[in-house]
């Protein structure tokens, strides 16, 4: 359990630097949508297009919570490093969004776990709710920002038109739209009942609040020392493999 537990963490620290450019100053003005209604919002929507990151199969699920003005977003996705593995999995990273400003919906804060510089801005650009949304996040650090820009579909698949539109409403806001990735939604593992047959890993505020992590952080030694050993003990079996090889190799060539 808290070697799944580290794995989660290692995981989350790892996708917390991508999926975000870096820029100095502070965060641009984004004119948030107009008349927009959350309610409309909520459910599971398709990533397609996302800024810089190398993960598949990401999806978007906006829930109520108990308190008013408050929303829940799940992302799930194959995470890129495990995405290596022939491990099959989920990841999902969950996260809460509140509305400042109930006169403005469509600009919001969101609230992930691990998230050290804090809260991040979350606005709604566009959407018409049964197809297509664009969505911009911004983050203050010390002397800088970092942004990241995504465009979601209700379908796996989102027609040109509405592609090509969303792209052109983020540059509008300083979005380089080279700097989105295109986010592969096919052999994506079923989800029937909402988990895969694998590891789910799940990182929410709950399960990965101030306590847990130090305990977590307390027992990492032992883990990171099993990878290490794992790690050689790998690459002692492909140097012997080789070296069969090559060994092999000479000996009939001197026949």
Not at 114 to 125: C, H, I
Request: with cysteine; hydrophobic share 40%; glycine share 8%.
């Amino acid at each position: 359990m808290h070697r799944l537990t580290v794995l989660g963490l290692l995981l989350a620290f790892t996708g917390y630097a991508i999926g975000h450019t870096y820029h100095l100053g502070a965060c641009p003005i984004v004119e948030p949508m107009s008349g927009f209604e959350m309610n409309k919002m909520l459910g599971v929507w398709y990533v397609i297009q996302k800024t810089s990151t190398a993960s598949h199969c990401i999806t978007y699920n906006f829930t109520r919570t108990a308190e008013p003005g408050t929303f829940e977003i799940e992302q799930v996705s194959q995470h890129f490093i495990l995405g290596l593995t022939p491990l099959d999995h989920d990841y999902r990273y969950k996260g809460v969004l509140t509305v400042p400003d109930p006169a403005v919906p469509a600009r919001m804060k969101v609230r992930f776990p691990l998230s050290v510089a804090g809260s991040a801005s979350y606005t709604v650009l566009a959407t018409d709710y049964n197809q297509y949304a664009a969505i911009f996040t911004c983050q203050k650090l010390a002397f800088a920002h970092r942004r990241s820009a995504t465009i979601l579909s209700r379908t796996k698949e989102l027609d040109k038109i509405f592609v090509d539109k969303m792209r052109l409403k983020l540059a509008s806001f300083g979005v380089d739209p080279y700097d989105l990735s295109i986010i592969s939604q096919s052999e994506c593992p079923g989800r029937p009942n909402g988990a895969t047959e694998g590891v789910d890993i799940n990182i929410n505020p709950d399960t990965f609040s101030t306590h847990n992590i130090g305990q977590v952080v307390r027992k990492t030694g032992g883990v990171i020392a099993d990878g290490v050993e794992y790690v050689v003990e790998a690459g002692k079996k492909v140097y012997h493999k080789v070296t069969d090889s090559w060994k092999s190799k000479k000996c009939i060539s001197s026949l």
